[in-house]
T-cell receptor, first 116, second 113 residues
Framework: KNQVEQSPQSLIILEGKNCTLQCNYTVSPFSNLRWYKQDTGRGPVSLTIMTFSENTKSNGRYTATLDADTKQSSLHITASQLSDSASYIC???????????????FGKGTHLIIQP | DAGVIQSPRHEVTEMGQEVTLRCKPISGHDYLFWYRQTMMRGLELLIYFNNNVPIDDSGMPEDRFSAKMPNASFSTLKIQPSEPRDSAVYFC???????????FGPGTRLTVL
């Protein structure tokens, strides 16, 4: 069964500090991995998408890494800001059998709190 | 573009009542998805449509749940009768193509008493 495990479940850090969120998956065959940011009371918004051949991708202060061999991904946030407080969800696609839309496995997310 | 629009944003109802959630996808997107999110289970795909046709409804928990997409700009998710365990946030998302980025709406927070 395809699974996506995220750690930690929650994290509190001080503004300006860096942090790293982890995502381990057992999805096979692997197609791509996405990190979403979900602010409280809003829908998820895509931060990055990585395919098998990519091992690093940045989006501003967010840097995602992917190790397809160990089936691990991380999301590193540099110089955190109060607006980074949100849940971060890892989603892995196996393309599925129905054109891919049904091949998504979602992690339960990491709840990040940035304190001033 | 206004993004994906959902209504209502909040719904409180009593057990046994019918609930209808509404979604307007982004214009030009040919895929529409309905998700449910709870603390315990995270995000779960309920059903998705391609060009208004339901493709996979294997995530729909029970026959009490039904979804329709009468045209490219409107979809509904109906729960009849509703139960307290249906309490969750329901998201609608749309994408261009099966592999395109999914854009999520703001969600409908449903509380069934």
């Amino acid at each position: 069964k395809n699974q996506v495990e995220q750690s930690p479940q929650s994290l509190i850090i001080l503004e300006g500090k860096n942090c790293t969120l982890q995502c381990n998956y057992t999805v096979s065959p692997f197609s791509n991995l996405r990190w979403y940011k979900q602010d409280t009371g809003r829908g998820p918004v895509s931060l990055t998408i990585m395919t098998f051949s990519e091992n690093t991708k940045s989006n501003g202060r967010y840097t995602a890494t992917l190790d397809a061999d160990t089936k691990q991904s991380s999301l590193h946030i540099t110089a955190s800001q109060l607006s980074d407080s949100a849940s971060y969800i890892c989603v892995v696609s196996d393309r599925g059998t129905g054109g891919g839309a049904d091949g998504l496995t979602f992690g339960k997310g990491t709840h990040l709190i940035i304190q001033p | 573009d206004a993004g994906v629009i959902q209504s209502p944003r909040h719904e409180v109802t009593e057990m046994g009542q019918e609930v209808t959630l509404r979604c307007k996808p982004i214009s030009g997107h040919d895929y529409l998805f309905w998700y449910r999110q709870t603390m315990m289970r995270g995000l779960e795909l309920l059903i998705y449509f391609n060009n208004n046709v339901p493709i996979d409804d294997s995530g729909m928990p029970e026959d009490r749940f039904s979804a329709k997409m009468p045209n490219a700009s409107f979809s509904t998710l109906k729960i009849q009768p509703s139960e307290p365990r249906d309490s969750a946030v329901y998201f609608c998302a749309s994408s261009r193509g099966a592999w395109g980025e999914q854009f999520f709406g703001p969600g409908t927070r449903l509380t069934v008493l």
